[in-house]
C-alpha cells in the first residue's frame, strides 16, 4: 500500500480514537483498543541478521560478517528471507493471540552507524567504518526488508541516529561532539540514504546526546535535518528507555512529563520504554497539544496500513512456519558465511590437502561454542554447525580428528591457575600428535556486545584493548612453540591483534552454518572471497581516546599510521588478473580475468582521491563489486562510482565539487603499500583532471 493512501486510512481511523486512545497507541507495547476492533500490537521486532529473539530462526552472519561479503544483490536477498520468515512467524504467533514483545513485523534494523572505534562493543551490528560502504548495504537491506510493492513485507529502521558508536558505559549520558564536517561526511551519509533512496518507514533516536541536544527530542536531528531537509514521513521511535534519560541522566529536563514533550515535540512519534504515560500529564501542564498526539497516532497507524496489519487480504497472510527455517533458507546461510570469512594471512599451508592430513588438533574456547556463531541480536536456529562439527564432518572418514578445549573464553579470577594450565597442556599434547592444528579463539556477544547484554567481562561491552584475552594468547603462544603448522580461526566482532600462526582466518560471528563454511575453506573446497569492512590496527594506542568523535587518525580514509589489515583487504586462493581499464561516464569499465587454478570470488574497489584540501587524506572507496569467475574465465564489468565520488565535505558541512586533479585506483583493495604487499597485487591508476 502506498504511504498517501496508507496516511488517509490512519487519518480517518485516529480520527474516531478519544483523546486517551490515541495517547496509549504511543507505546511501544500498544493496547488493543476493542471498540474498533484494533488488536494490541508490540512494536519492538529484531532482525539484525535473522529473526530476532522470537524462536527458531535462519541465523545469517552478524551484520558485521554480511558487511565482509561486500555483496549488494546477495544483502538484498537475504534480507527478503528474513523478512519471509519474519511474516509466517507474526502470522502463526496472532492466529495465537500472541501479540507480545519481539512478536510483530517492525524490524528495528538496521544499525547504520559507523563503527569509527574497534573498542566499540556494538560494532559488529553495524556494516563497519566506511560511509559508503555503510550505504550501500543498509539501502539493500531496507529494500529487502520492506520488499518494493504492494504491501510492506516488513518495516524497517535505520538506528541509531546519530552519531552514536560508544563508549556503551556512557551512553545513557554522553554528549558525543561533532563538527560539521564530520557529521555530514561521516556520520549521516547513511542514514540520508535509507530516507531517500530506500524510502526507510522508520528512524529510531540515540541514547547519547550530539552537540548538547538528546538525540529522541534533537531539535536539529529530528525536526530540522530529517524531516525538514530530508523529508522523511515515516515515524520515529526512541530508543528504549532512552527518553527516560532526559531527566535521569542527561539533566536536559527534570520531569518525565518535560521529557515526553520535548521527544513528542521535535517528532519522536513511538517510546520505547514508559515516559509516554506521562504524555497526558504534559497535556495538562500545556507542554504538548492534542494535535501533536494526533499526528504521531496517524504516523504509527499509517505503518501498519502499510504492512496490511488492518487488511485480512494481505497477500502475506497465507505464509507459516512451514515458510520458514527451511532447507533453501540454511543453504542461504551457508553460502553467507563462506562469502563473509576472510583470510588475513596464508604462508602456503592453506588449503589443507586431505591427502596428506592425517590427524587434525582442533582447539580452542570458541570450536565448539554457539555464541561464537551469533553476535548479539540473533535467532536460536535449529541447525547450528560449529567450528569443530563442521570440521569433524569434513574429516570423517579420511583423518582422525582430535580435540580440546585449551582455555577459558577469558580471564576467570575464580578458576585457579591450576586448571587453566591443565587445559593448555592437553592442547599442546594432542597438538604434538596431529599435522595440522586449527585453533579457534577471539570473542563472542558476552564480551563485545550491547551494555545490557553483556557479563560485564569487559567494560560494559566494550573492548578494553585489541588483544585477545590472556587465557587465548597464552594457548595461542604454546602451540606455536609446538613447531607444528597452527592456522588461527578468530571469531570476533571486530579488530582484534592476531599476527601469530601459519594462516589466519577472520570468520566475524558467521552464523548457523559457521562450521560447514569454515571446512569447506580450509580444505579447499571454496576459496575465500571476504573483505574486512573494519581496519584492523596494531594495538588500540594508535587510536585517539575512545571519547573523541572527531575522525582525525581514525578509519582507513584517516588512519595516518599503517594498519595491521587494512580495510578492504582479503586474501584468495585464486588470482584474478585486471585490463583494459577504462573511465567514462561516471563509471570506471575494466575486463576481470580469474588466472589461478580453482574458481573463485575477486571483490572490485574503486578508491578515489580528491586532490583537495578538504579531502580526507587518504583514498575512498567509491565503486565495488563482487564477482564470480570459473578458471580462465573474462569478464568486461562496469562499476558506476558514488555520484559523490568528486565531491569533498568543507568545515561547514557543505559538499564543494572537486573541479581538479581526481585519481582513481582500481584493485582487489586499497591502494596503500601494506594491502599491495600482503595480496601482491598491482594497483591500476587513472588520472583525471
Given amino acids: 500500500m502506498d504511504r498517501q493512501t496508507a496516511y488517509q486510512k490512519a487519518k480517518e481511523l485516529v480520527a474516531t480514537m478519544t483523546l486517551e486512545e490515541k495517547a496509549s497507541q504511543l507505546r511501544y507495547d500498544a493496547p488493543a483498543i476493542k471498540r474498533l476492533g484494533i488488536p494490541a500490537y508490540n512494536w519492538w521486532a529484531e532482525a539484525l541478521h535473522g529473526v530476532a529473539r522470537a524462536g527458531t530462526a535462519t541465523v545469517f552472519p552478524q551484520a558485521i560478517g554480511l558487511a565482509a561479503m561486500f555483496d549488494v544483490d546477495f544483502l538484498r536477498q537475504i534480507a527478503q528471507t528474513i523478512a519471509l520468515e519474519g511474516r509466517a512467524k507474526y502470522n502463526e504467533a496472532s492466529r495465537l493471540e500472541d501479540r507480545g514483545i519481539y512478536k510483530g513485523l517492525t524490524f528495528w534494523s538496521p544499525n547504520v552507524n559507523i563503527f569509527r572505534d574497534p573498542r566499540w562493543g556494538r560494532g559488529h551490528e553495524t556494516y563497519g567504518e566506511d560511509p559508503y560502504l555503510t550505504t550501500r548495504l543498509g539501502v539493500a537491506f531496507v529494500q529487502g526488508l520492506q520488499g518494493e510493492e504492494g504491501y510492506l513485507t516488513s518495516a524497517a529502521c535505520a538506528k541509531h541516529f546519530a552519531v552514536h558508536s560508544g563508549p556503551e558505559e556512557l551512553r545513557h549520558e554522553f554528549d558525543a561532539q561533532v563538527n560539521q564536517k564530520d557529521l555530514w561526511e561521516t556520520y549521516l551519509p547513511a542514514f540520508e540514504a535509507l530516507v531517500k533512496e530506500a524510502g526507510v518507514e522508520a528512524v529510531m533516536g540515540a541514547y547519547n546526546r550530539v552537540n548538547g541536544e538528546p538525540c529522541c527530542g534533537s531539535p536539529t536531528l529530528l525536526r530540522d535535518i530529517l524531516r525538514g531537509q530530508w523529508g522523511f514521513e515515516g515515524h520515529v521511535v526512541s530508543d528504549c528507555w532512552a527518553i527516560r534519560d532526559f531527566h535521569e541522566h542527561h539533566k536536559v529536563t527534570d520531569t518525565a512529563p518535560q521529557s515526553a514533550a520535548l521527544a513528542l515535540e521535535n517528532g519522536c512519534d513511538l517510546n520505547c520504554g514508559n515516559t509516554y504515560l506521562h504524555l497526558l500529564a504534559a497535556l495538562q501542564e500545556g507542554l504538548i ?42 543453504e542461504l546461510a551457508y553460502q553467507a558465511a563462506a562469502k563473509s570469512m576472510t583470510l588475513l594471512k596464508n604462508d602456503g599451508i592453506l588449503p589443507l590437502n586431505p591427502d596428506t592430513i592425517k590427524t587434525i588438533a582442533v582447539v580452542g574456547p570458541n570450536a565448539d561454542s554457539q555464541a561464537a556463531l551469533e553476535g548479539n541480536y540473533a535467532g ?239 583514498p575512498v572507496l567509491c565503486a565495488f563489486a563482487r564477482v564470480s569467475l570459473e578458471v580462465g574465465e573474462t569478464r568486461r564489468l562496469r562499476l558506476p562510482l558514488n555520484p559523490d565520488a568528486f565531491h569533498v565535505v568543507d568545515e561547514a558541512g557543505r559538499k564543494v565539487e572537486n573541479d581538479g586533479r581526481k585519481t582513481l585506483y582500481i584493485s582487489g583493495g586499497q591502494p596503500d603499500a601494506r594491502s599491495l604487499a600482503l595480496s601482491g597485487y598491482d594497483c591500476l591508476e587513472i588520472e583525471l583532471k
Avoid at 507459516?320 to 532447507?327: F, N, P
Wanted: charged letters at 20%; proline letters at 5%.
Fill in 289 to 330: 497539544t492534542e494535535e501533536q498526539i494526533t499526528t504521531s497516532c496517524e504516523r504509527l497507524f499509517a505503518t501498519r496500513y502499510r504492512l496490511g496489519l488492518m487488511d485480512e487480504a494481505c497477500r502475506y497472510n497465507s505464509l507459516t512456519l512451514l515458510d520458514s527455517d527451511t532447507e533453501a533458507n540454511n
Fill in 380 to 618: 536460536l536456529s535449529s541447525r547450528y554447525v560449529t567450528m569443530l562439527e563442521g570440521l569433524r564432518d569434513q574429516v570423517r572418514g579420511k583423518a582422525r580428528l582430535l580435540f580440546a578445549l585449551g582455555s577459558q573464553l577469558f580471564e576467570d579470577r575464580d578458576s585457579p591457575i591450576t586448571e587453566v594450565d591443565n587445559r593448555q597442556s592437553e592442547a599442546v599434547a594432542i597438538a604434538r600428535h596431529a599435522d595440522v592444528v586449527v585453533v579457534c579463539l577471539g570473542l563472542d556477544a558476552t564480551l563485545e556486545g550491547e551494555q545490557s547484554d553483556t557479563s560485564n567481562a569487559f567494560v560494559a561491552g566494550d573492548k578494553p584493548s585489541l588483544e585477545l584475552p590472556g587465557p587465548q594468547r597464552r594457548l595461542l603462544d604454546a602451540l606455536i612453540k609446538t613447531g607444528k603448522p597452527v592456522v588461527s580461526v578468530i571469531a570476533s566482532g571486530s579488530a582484534l591483534r592476531v599476527e601469530e600462526g601459519n594462516a589466519i582466518l577472520w570468520a566475524g560471528y558467521p552464523g548457523q552454518a559457521g562450521g560447514r563454511a569454515l571446512a569447506d575453506i580450509l580444505f579447499g573446497k571454496v576459496s575465500p572471497s571476504g573483505r574486512l569492512p573494519v581496519t584492523f590496527y596494531q594495538s588500540d594506542t594508535d587510536l585517539p581516546p575512545f571519547t573523541d568523535y572527531s575522525m582525525k587518525n581514525r578509519t582507513y580514509r584517516y588512519f595516518t599510521g599503517q594498519a595491521l589489515y587494512p580495510f578492504g583487504f582479503g586474501l584468495s586462493y585464486t588470482r584474478f588478473d585486471y585490463a583494459k581499464t577504462v573511465y567514462a561516464d561516471h563509471a570506471v569499465a575494466l575486463d576481470l580475468t580469474n588466472v589461478g587454478e580453482m574458481p573463485g570470488d575477486e571483490v572490485v574497489q574503486v578508491y578515489v582521491r580528491n586532490h583537495h584540501p578538504m579531502a580526507p587524506p587518504n
